[in-house]
């Protein structure tokens, strides 16, 4: 067995893989930016090495770099991770030549997978099911109409070399393959260098589903039945779960012995993964072969309770698999939630900075539930510009699809994160859904459901009513405590009262408290009645109940006059008053919210380095504005639409916070 | 007997009326609230006793004998907030517009003789519409008599004013001179002289809001302390400002129930400072894991933010915090941050409270508008106040202590009790950079040597030991146990007895 493991990755994933090493007794080397000197997987790995400057290009992906760390801590195998170098032949390649193993599949099925065309003729030739399509290279537009005419309409062109949707084009009529195959082909000529192209059948309400496969050194293959992820914005994956709740047991039979298959015609060993795109009568197509461990392992993991990265090590080491078709299972279901740092209210704007609190809900399994949690950060370290944006993988299981859901449920309603912005309150809104609560889903699902973008979750009114009395419960407890201060005038205490008026938006509910130990016997408007415990003292942020059996946990937030709260998906501002306050309190006025589309706002906290127009400039859509400095990195602000600048409220040199204004239009 | 009774319920019905349904009626047309509503949401539930409420006022020129309100303009008297009491006025503006008469000062000053005899705070509403200028100098007496009384309550008794309407001329020096004003935004304003002066004198053209509104002067002007958005949410405030506030200055911090563990560790803060001092952090993060449950109560939040003021808890206890804020201009101390963060310790110690400072200052900030403004000055007040301090006194070098900046942060040397610091303090005279240009002015132009001057530089000065070694550091702690350490410095310094000579008073340089 290896000695030593050098990870050749970093954050949740190099965590995520030293954890495994260290349970079967193998020292760990870790490898880091400058940017990652005080990250989580450098303070677990036994060891690590300095590789660079942050810039992955710098640093990560610099085999030569890799190399020197390997030969200075004299580590005997590498593990890629996912991403980075973990696909790349010429790393395993290099190692071989210097004799450690990599941690991954043979150099030759990476090759063989890593090209789009080649694999999808190998996988034809394989007996995969294939996206009806032309497998060889189109050289022109008369070309490429010809070859689309053949398959049937929608066609899809895209880039041989391509992914995350670059160079990727669908056209859904003749008149859509010309421009289709020029925009298609000068993209994948700007970003990849390389303008092959290919052509496809487009398959309408697809779904993403995936099976992971597993093959040691001696010929055994085994697949680990599937994932399910078609929740995806803009490609990128956001909820991934096995199994899926889509496919019947011959379906998934028929993908799993294709998996294997392929895996086979390519001497495949390690884990890896074959994507399918599966339409709505479960006809399934091969899109790709990832021969790297996935980011969604964990939800196979968790049905299967196969530890792939265990494996991984164990085939490399030229171990047999620990298992045999006939026993893998399916046990129970599991989701994963990938939890990032960026804001789904500002149209998911990567949020970077200190993470100055971060609270995950607590690990464990029962054997009912589970929640799986793997992390790369910690409270006190930041998100960098540098890299994914990931925060973390939170993952759940039970016995059943719902359970499993609403298990995830509460444990993003416990999840703290402060200082960045996170996508929890989408999940949240996600898994309650009807649609996705029902299974059906496809790869359109998020722009379909969030067509005009996030903006948070609207409760019903019993929810309301539920949050208004726990709210109404907290409110009571923080103004008895204030009736306790020293220096009271002696027996003329305040007395606080019990009954209230919550107001949530522009929602009045007359809150009744009946206090006992722990708790209240609550009723709402003279028609609802609750009973609520909680242990929640004031300065505890995340604040638990039990209202009759049902546990919730609110994010709170104390404001003038009541509470901050975030809830599935929800903010709001609750207010609790007295009958009197709130007769007072209504000849207030509401103000209206200043209009910000006249004005160009800091999206970050930063320092201004340049101002790149002038008062009275007429400006273009897309036109540089403005320079703002952020950690370290040059973010150049551009004009969200046309206009005339008025004025000009900052300098170069000011530091700015969120949302200062740095210009206005006319 | 029962006439006696029955006439006392109609002129109480007829005092508590004030200018008559119809002005109330336009004061909540316009988001504000009446002097007696306003009151009701300041105090504790029916704890409110009114003063002189059948008082109405002695002018007989201009007809002024026609037209008589109960109360004069203004509501008087005493209650409580969470059980504490405390003496208020609060001006009608429903009743000749809240302007203040011989009568109406008479009322207010009867309340201050009474807050100062028997050592609680007043906080004044203030919503007038200026001198009642049928009563001529009879008026302008009135605010005298009340502006005397400011200064001589001003650190015997908190005074806090909450500016809920107009308030020009002469009527700004009541609050001027109090310890804390706070303002509603879009409804209150406060000027020497109004825009129409303004235009008349200077041909400025500008509004009342723009010229003395809350956000003028609680980023400007720094008249202000702090502005909410309508009255419900400023009383709200006002109350929960209240409770950090000792009564009067023999009374002790006031203390309450907590729900922190003072030996709470806090992880997170080992990688708060950056290693690179250049770098910029955000100090509250600091000032709200230190706090008993995250709560603080920022003074001039919005003005100077290169220094933090406010009031937290610990166990339970007010301690006043200040900060310096690397992330506006650095941290440096400047004329506003000096003369913002000097006010404010002198108030914790004119009441006994005692002053947490958080250090990570580069030095003053250099300039000709800093030294034409006098920034040596308004430094000396700063440095002043916390060396005239004569209470616990517990100070955390974070990161930067450079120069004289140094010295006037709650150093050692002016009689800090606890200094601590993080193992990231820096504590020297300048920065490596400039030490190197003045220390090796013949080898500047070496840039190898430079580099390497600069180097054994920062070997000797970027740490803490220095300062340590020589007893001005008494401990260097580690980051993540400050909270614990900076609640048992101030658990050993609650009987703490310290005194200045005796004088008259000092001469800070105003």
């Known amino acids: 067995m290896f000695e030593k493991i050098l990870i050749a990755n970093r954050g949740e994933i190099a965590c995520r893989v030293i954890k495994s090493a260290k349970s079967l007794g193998i020292k760990t080397v870790a490898i880091y930016s400058e940017?990652?000197?005080?990250?989580?997987?450098?303070?677990?790995?036994?060891?690590?090495?300095?590789?660079?400057?942050?810039?992955?290009?710098?640093?990560?992906?610099?085999?030569?770099?890799?190399?020197?760390?390997?030969?200075?801590?004299?580590?005997?195998?590498?593990?890629?991770?996912?991403?980075?170098?973990?696909?790349?032949?010429?790393?395993?390649?290099?190692?071989?030549?210097?004799?450690?193993?990599?941690?991954?599949?043979?150099?030759?099925?990476?090759?063989?997978?890593?090209?789009?065309?080649?694999?999808?003729?190998?996988?034809?030739?394989?007996?995969?099911?294939?996206?009806?399509?032309?497998?060889?290279?189109?050289?022109?537009?008369?070309?490429?109409?010809?070859?689309?005419?053949?398959?049937?309409?929608?066609?899809?062109?895209?880039?041989?070399?391509?992914?995350?949707?670059?160079?990727?084009?669908?056209?859904?009529d003749k008149e859509g393959v010309a421009e289709g195959y020029q925009s298609s082909r000068n993209e994948a000529s700007s970003s990849f260098?390389?303008?092959?192209?290919?052509?496809?059948?487009?398959?309408?309400?697809?779904?993403?589903?995936?099976?992971?496969?597993?093959?040691?050194?001696?010929?055994?293959?085994?697949?680990?039945?599937?994932?399910?992820?078609?929740?995806?914005?803009?490609?990128?994956?956001?909820?991934?779960?096995?199994?899926?709740?889509?496919?019947?047991?011959?379906?998934?039979?028929?993908?799993?012995?294709?998996?294997?298959?392929?895996?086979?015609?390519?001497?495949?060993?390690?884990?890896?993964?074959?994507?399918?795109?599966?339409?709505?009568?479960?006809?399934?197509?091969?899109?790709?072969?990832?021969?790297?461990?996935?980011?969604e392992h964990p939800v196979t993991e968790l049905i299967t309770g196969v530890d792939l990265v265990k494996e991984m090590i164990n085939v490399a080491d030229g171990k047999e698999l620990s298992l045999t078709q006939e026993q893998v299972g399916i046990d129970g279901w599991a989701f994963e939630s990938r939890v990032y740092a960026e804001d789904p209210r500002r149209n998911f704007l990567p949020s970077i900075g200190r993470i100055t609190k971060y609270s995950p809900p607590a690990e464990f399994n029962d054997g009912t539930n589970a929640i799986r949690n793997d992390t790369g950060v910690f409270e006190g370290g930041e998100i960098s510009v540098h890299y994914d944006p990931m925060i973390a993988k939170l993952c759940t299981w039970s016995n059943d699809r719902l359970s499993a859901i609403d298990t995830m449920r509460k444990?993003?309603?416990?999840?703290?994160?402060?200082?960045?912005?996170?996508?929890?309150?989408?999940?949240?809104?996600?898994?309650?859904?009807?649609?996705?609560?029902?299974?059906?889903?496809?790869?359109?699902?998020?722009?379909?459901?969030?067509?005009?973008?996030?903006?948070?979750?609207?409760?019903?009114?019993?929810?309301?009513?539920?949050?208004?009395?726990?709210?109404?419960?907290?409110?009571?407890?923080?103004?008895?405590?204030?009736t306790r201060i020293s220096g009271r005038l002696a027996n003329h205490m305040r007395k606080v009262g019990n009954d209230w008026i919550a107001r949530i938006n522009q929602t009045e509910l007359n809150i009744s408290l009946d206090p006992f130990v722990n708790g209240c016997r609550v009723n709402v408007n003279n028609a609802r009645e609750l009973t609520i415990t909680s242990t929640w003292t004031p300065g505890k942020t995340l604040a638990e109940f039990d209202i009759g059996g049902d546990q919730i946990q609110l994010r709170v937030k104390p404001i003038s006059e009541g509470y901050h709260i975030e809830y599935r998906g929800a903010e709001l501002d609750v207010l609790v008053r007295t009958g009197r306050q709130q007769e007072l309190g209504s000849y207030m006025k509401e103000k209206e919210l200043p209009d910000t589309s006249k004005?160009?706002?800091?999206?970050?906290?930063?320092?201004?380095?340049?101002?790149h127009v002038s008062v009275g400039d007429k400006v273009e859509e897309g036109q540089p504005l403005s320079t703002v400095e952020a950690m370290k990195m040059e973010n150049v602000l551009k004009a969200s639409r046309k206009g005339t600048i008025k004025s000009i409220a900052v300098s170069p040199g000011s530091s700015l916070t969120v949302d200062q204004v740095i210009l206005e239009f006319e | 007997m029962n006439d006696i009774v029955s006439e006392l319920e109609r002129r109480r019905i007829e005092a508590r009326s004030g200018g008559g349904a119809k002005r109330v009626a336009t004061?909540?047309?316009?988001?504000?609230?009446?002097?007696?509503?306003?009151?009701?949401?300041?105090?504790?539930?029916?704890?409110?006793?009114?003063?002189?409420?059948?008082?109405?006022?002695?002018?007989?020129?201009?007809?002024?004998?026609?037209?008589?309100?109960?109360?004069?303009?203004?509501?008087?008297?005493?209650?409580?907030?969470?059980?504490?009491?405390?003496?208020?006025?609060?001006?009608?503006?429903?009743?000749?517009?809240?302007?203040?008469?011989?009568?109406?000062?008479?009322?207010?000053?009867?309340?201050?003789?009474?807050?100062?005899?028997?050592?609680?705070p007043v906080i004044g509403l203030n919503d007038s519409g200026g001198a009642r200028i049928q009563e001529g100098v009879a008026s302008l007496a009135g605010y005298?008599?009340?502006?005397?009384?400011?200064?001589?309550?001003?650190?015997?008794?908190?005074?806090?004013?909450?500016?809920?309407?107009?308030?020009?001329?002469?009527?700004?020096?009541?609050?001027?001179?109090?310890?804390?004003?706070?303002?509603?935004?879009?409804?209150?304003?406060?000027?020497?002289?109004?825009?129409?002066?303004?235009?008349?004198?200077?041909?400025?053209?500008?509004?009342?809001?723009?010229?003395?509104?809350?956000?003028?002067?609680?980023?400007?002007?720094?008249?202000?302390?702090?502005a909410y958005s309508n009255d419900v949410e400023t009383l709200a405030e006002v109350r929960r400002f209240f409770d950090f506030l000792p009564l009067n200055n023999k009374d002790k911090s006031p203390t309450r129930p907590f729900y922190d563990d003072p030996g709470r560790i806090e992880h997170s803060l080992d990688t708060l400072a950056p290693e690179n001092p250049n770098v910029p952090y955000?100090?509250?993060?600091?000032?709200?894991?230190?706090?008993?449950?995250?709560?603080?109560?920022?003074?001039?939040?919005?003005?100077?933010?290169?220094?933090?003021?406010?009031?937290?808890?610990?166990?339970?206890t007010t301690v006043g915090v200040v900060a310096n804020q690397p992330m506006v201009l650095a941290g440096c101390l400047d004329i506003d941050s000096s003369r913002k963060a000097a006010r404010f310790v002198r108030f914790c110690d004119s009441f006994d409270i005692p002053l947490l400072t958080l250090v990570?200052?580069?030095?003053?900030?250099?300039?000709?508008?800093?030294?034409?403004?006098?920034?040596?000055?308004?430094?000396?007040?700063?440095?002043?106040?916390?060396?005239?301090?004569?209470?616990?006194?517990?100070?955390?070098?974070?990161?930067?202590?450079y120069g004289g900046a140094y010295d006037v942060m709650s150093s050692k040397h002016l009689r800090g009790d606890y200094n601590y610091a993080w193992p990231s303090a820096q504590i020297a005279v300048m920065g490596a950079k400039g030490a190197v240009e003045i220390l090796y002015r013949s080898e500047i132009n070496d840039s190898e040597l430079v580099k390497q001057r600069t180097e054994e530089y920062e070997d000797r000065f970027a740490n803490p030991f220095v300062a340590a070694e020589k007893g001005f550091i008494d401990e260097v702690i580690m980051p993540h146990s400050t909270r614990l350490r900076v609640c048992r410095a101030f658990a050993t310094l609650r009987n703490k007895k310290a005194q200045n000579p005796w004088k008259k008073h000092d001469n800070i340089p105003l």
């Open chain 1, 35 to 172: 940017a990652d000197k005080n990250s989580l997987h450098v303070q677990m790995a036994d060891e690590a090495v300095f590789i660079g400057p942050p810039p992955v290009n710098q640093s990560y992906i610099l085999i030569d770099n890799i190399i020197e760390a390997i030969a200075k801590t004299g580590a005997d195998a590498v593990h890629p991770g996912y991403g980075f170098l973990s696909e790349n032949s010429q790393f395993a390649k290099r190692l071989e030549e210097v004799g450690i193993t990599f941690i991954g599949p043979p150099v030759k099925a990476i090759e063989a997978m890593g090209d789009k065309i080649a694999s999808k003729k190998i996988a034809h030739e394989s007996g995969v099911s294939t996206v009806p399509g032309y497998l060889g290279e189109i050289n022109s537009s008369e070309h490429a109409l010809e070859i689309a005419c053949e398959i049937g309409f929608p066609v899809m062109i895209k880039a041989s070399a391509g992914g995350g949707g670059k160079g990727m084009r669908i056209a859904w």
């Open chain 1, 411 to 482: 444990a993003l309603d416990s999840f703290e994160i402060e200082g960045i912005t996170s996508n929890i309150s989408f999940l949240s809104a996600v898994f309650d859904h009807s649609k996705f609560i029902s299974g059906d889903i496809t790869t359109g699902f998020i722009e379909e459901e969030f067509a005009e973008g996030f903006s948070g979750v609207e409760h019903s009114e019993e929810t309301i009513e539920r949050i208004a009395s726990c709210v109404t419960m907290m409110h009571r407890f923080s103004e008895i405590r204030r």
């Open chain 1, 193 to 295: 260098g390389d303008d092959r192209l290919l052509i496809e059948k487009f398959i309408t309400s697809p779904r993403h589903i995936e099976i992971q496969v597993l093959g040691d050194k001696h010929g055994n293959f085994v697949y680990l039945n599937e994932r399910e992820c078609s929740i995806q914005r803009r490609n990128q994956k956001v909820i991934e779960e096995a199994p899926s709740p889509f496919l019947n047991q011959n379906t998934r039979k028929a993908m799993g012995n294709q998996a294997v298959s392929l895996a086979k015609a390519v001497d495949y060993f390690s884990a890896g993964t074959v994507e399918f795109i599966v339409d709505s009568d479960q006809n399934f197509y091969f899109l790709e072969m990832n021969t790297r461990l996935q980011v």
């Open chain 2, 282 to 316: 955000d100090m509250k993060e600091l000032i709200l894991k230190i706090a008993d449950e995250g709560d603080l109560f920022e003074i001039k939040e919005n003005f100077a933010k290169n220094i933090i003021t406010g009031f937290i808890r610990l166990e339970g």
């Open chain 2, 144 to 226: 005298a008599e009340v502006f005397q009384r400011n200064i001589l309550a001003s650190g015997v008794i908190p005074q806090i004013s909450v500016i809920m309407g107009p308030c020009a001329g002469g009527a700004v020096y009541s609050p001027a001179m109090t310890d804390f004003i706070f303002m509603v935004q879009d409804s209150s304003y406060m000027f020497v002289t109004g825009p129409d002066v303004v235009k008349t004198v200077t041909n400025e053209i500008i509004t009342a809001e723009e010229l003395g509104g809350a956000s003028t002067h609680t980023t400007k002007s720094s008249v202000a302390d702090g």
């Open chain 2, 360 to 401: 990570d200052v580069p030095g003053f900030l250099p300039g000709t508008s800093q030294e034409y403004g006098g920034i040596i000055v308004h430094g000396a007040k700063l440095l002043f106040a916390f060396g005239e301090a004569t209470v616990p006194k517990v100070t955390v070098i974070t990161r930067k202590a």
């Open chain 1, 599 to 611: 004005y160009l706002l800091c999206p970050m906290p930063g320092l201004i380095t340049e101002i």
């Open chain 2, 27 to 120: 004061q909540h047309s316009k988001g504000k609230l009446t002097a007696r509503e306003r009151i009701e949401l300041l105090l504790d539930e029916n704890s409110f006793e009114e003063f002189d409420m059948f008082v109405t006022h002695r002018c007989t020129d201009f007809g002024m004998e026609q037209t008589k309100f109960s109360g004069d303009g203004v509501v008087t008297g005493w209650g409580t907030i969470n059980g504490r009491m405390v003496y208020v006025f609060s001006q009608d503006f429903t009743v000749f517009g809240g302007s203040l008469s011989e009568t109406h000062a008479a009322k207010i000053c009867k309340i201050m003789d009474m807050a100062v005899q028997n050592q609680a």
